[in-house]
Structure formats: C-alpha cells, structure tokens
C-alpha cells in the first residue's frame, strides 16, 4: 500500500480581499509525481509556497508525513526539498562549494556531508563538473544543480516549480528522465501551465483555476476526461458547409482553404466515423481527418462547466 507523504485539506489564503485559493484539498503519496498544472495566475504559486513553508495559509491544514506544517513548522521543513522557478544559485561558487553550501543549511550532518554531496551528484549527471563555477554551466546544468540542492538532505517530498521553464527541448527531455528517477524514493510535486509537460512527467494531476480546484484524478482519467471538440478534414470534393452542419452533432463548419474544413462538434469522437461514412456516400473523397489537441483554455474551459460547483473535485 502506498504511503500518503503530503495531505492538504481544505487549503485557502486571501491576499487583502482577494482570494488567491479557496479550498484546496489533495494528496501525494510516496513514489508519484503530481502536476500541479494553471493558467498563470490561477494560485499555482501561493499554494506551492504555502507547501513549502515560505507564506503561512489564511485557513486550512497541510501535513508532510504526518506532521503539521503550520504547527510544527522546522521539522516539517525539514522533510522538504525545494526549487524555485529561478534557481536560487550562486554563480561565483563552485558546484560542490554552492552544494557544501546548501548541505550544512539544511543541517546534513558532517559525518554525512561527503556521502550525501556524491549522491546527489551522481542523481543528478552532475559529478563531472564538480569544480566548474555555475556561472560557466549552460541553462540545463544549472537547472540539475538546483535539483540537487533540492534533494541533498534527502526529503521525503520534493517540490518543483517550473523546473523545464526556459530550457531548450533537449535539455526538458534530461529534467523530465531526472524527475522519474527522483521519484523512485520521494513523493514529487511540480507546477506548470504547459499541458505536455505534466503529461509527460506526472502519473497524477490537479488542475486549479481562479484559486479552485477544478480536477483531481490521474493522467489516464484526466485523458479520458477531456475530449477534443473540434477536426479538421480535407476534401477531394469539398461538400457544402450546410452538408457537414447537417450532421446531427456537428455545430460549426468553416473552411480554412478551398479544401480543408474545421469542423466543431458535440459529444462523442464518433462523427468522425459518420463524416467518412457521408464522404463515401456522397464522392466528397476524403483524404485527411484528424482531431486538433485541445488548447489549455479550451480544457480549463470544459472543466469548469463539467465541474458542479467551484468546490467540489471530479472523483
């Protein structure tokens, strides 16, 4: 059975009269990695912050393997590893003096220091630049370098916000293996509001909008959640806009070329099968359909209307 490291319940905190999060509730257990995925602005960062310890919450209850955060603020800390969107490094310093450096803030032990510096090292691909000044690593080895910072004390929860932003393609693809490998002893939790990235990491998601919680479940049901609402098709023998309207869930039609339709429909996937039923019926020749990926709006969107209240969590 899987240990529960983090539990938040009913999370809220109000910045003057505005709320910035309002009853946000959700677990990590130990060995998965959660996204935390929002529009900007959405409260990714206040609840990143209050998990961590940085901003005390304006009601509600976080616990770290079972220990009180806001009532028992140093040794819950202390179970913690946190990175920053921008990594809170100094450049003059050498890798093994910056991570020495964070060793003994997070009260690593002497007899510890020098084994727990090679893991993290070695964790993280980075034992080869031990003696390099991090002002002379390129973007994606300092990004590792602020992983390792964050796991040097070996927490039981790592928190990551925005780990990939900034990096070129290559280097997401080397963060996003070092997350997976992280995980296999920790609990972790990243933000982002890009959708591919959480896809690509996360075995979980929560999805938070105007500070509520608007979906919680794993990556399967969130893919099978969310369903695309648009195609587009291209024509041999294009038909009328009225002919594809016609189609009972089909609500708009527009071309985008004498020969490429975007189409937007209702309920299920399935019109694409009648579209190339009604194709063949009618000679339209058919060459090319597919489904467009959603936008993040567009998911934000669906989620809001399907969820029943701004509250409640889709189970």
Not at 72 to 77: H, L, R
Not at 130 to 154: C, D, F, M, T, W
Not at 180 to 197: G, M, R, T
Request: with cysteine.
């Amino acid at each position: 059975m899987e240990t529960t490291i983090v539990r938040v319940e009913d999370l809220s905190h109000q910045y003057s009269k505005d709320w910035a999060i309002q009853n946000i509730s959700f677990e990590i257990k130990e060995n998965r990695i959660l996204g935390l995925l929002g529009s900007n602005g959405a409260g990714k960062s206040t609840t990143m912050n209050i998990l961590c310890g940085v901003l005390n919450q304006t009601s509600g209850n976080i616990s770290i393997d079972g220990i009180n955060l806001k009532e028992n603020p140093v040794e819950a800390k202390k179970l913690i590893g946190f990175l920053p969107q921008t990594p809170p490094l100094h450049l003059d310093l050498t890798v093994d003096e910056y991570l020495i450096h964070c060793a003994e803030l997070r009260h690593v032990k002497k007899e510890d220091l020098k084994n727990a510096l090679e893991k993290a090292k070695e964790q993280c691909g980075i034992s080869h630049f031990s003696h390099r000044l991090i002002r002379n690593l390129s973007g994606g080895y300092r990004q590792r370098v602020g992983i390792a910072q964050a796991i040097i004390h070996e927490p039981k929860l790592v928190v990551l916000d925005e780990p990939t932003n900034g990096l070129d393609p290559n280097q997401i693809l080397e963060v996003r293996k070092l997350i997976k490998k992280i995980s296999k002893d920790k609990a972790v939790i990243f933000s982002s509001h890009i959708l591919s990235e959480v896809q690509a990491t996360c075995q979980d998601i929560r999805m938070i909008e105007n500070g509520h919680m608007v979906f919680a479940d794993t990556l399967d049901a969130f893919n099978n959640y969310i369903e695309a609402d648009k195609l587009t098709a291209s024509f041999e023998n294009p038909p009328q806009v009225e002919s594809l309207i016609a189609i009972p869930e089909v609500t708009n039609a527009v071309y985008l070329s004498p020969k490429k339709v975007q189409i937007t429909f209702e309920g299920t996937q399935e019109v694409a099968e009648k579209i190339i039923s009604l194709s063949v019926h009618n000679n339209w020749k058919l060459r090319e359909i597919q489904f467009e990926k959603v936008s993040l709006d567009e998911i934000f969107a669906q989620l809001s209307k399907k969820a029943p209240s701004k509250n409640s969590i889709p189970s």
